[in-house]
């Protein structure tokens, strides 16, 4: 089976780029302290990071560079699979 690097890269860096847009809404709305020290709490780590005020900007650089990120991970898994699996 052939794989499609393009799409595979689309949805590689839609899902990362989507989770951190996720992620940078929580801090938008001042909810992403109390997950994060619920998470690090259910992991048996105290607490030491403070989450800053959200800022767009940096919000539009966490985003695009996650999803560019994850476009050229897709990209370059979806290679490796077609060169991996090539037809004997």
């Known amino acids: 089976m052939v794989v499609n690097a393009n799409k ?3 949805v590689f860096g839609l899902m990362l780029g989507g989770w951190h847009a996720l992620w940078a809404a929580l801090v938008a709305f ?3 302290q ?3 020290n ?5 992991h048996f780590i ?3 990071y403070v989450i800053d ?3 767009i900007r940096i919000a539009v650089g966490l985003i695009a560079i996650t999803a560019t990120i994850g476009y050229v ?6 290679l490796l699979w077609n060169a991996i699996h090539r037809p004997a």
């Open 8 to 10: 595979t890269g689309l």
């Open 30 to 32: 001042g909810w992403a």
């Open 34 to 36: 109390s997950l994060l």
């Open 38 to 42: 619920f998470g690090l709490w259910l």
């Open 46 to 48: 105290k607490p030491i």
């Open 53 to 55: 005020e959200f800022h």
């Open 73 to 78: 991970l897709g990209f370059i898994a979806a």
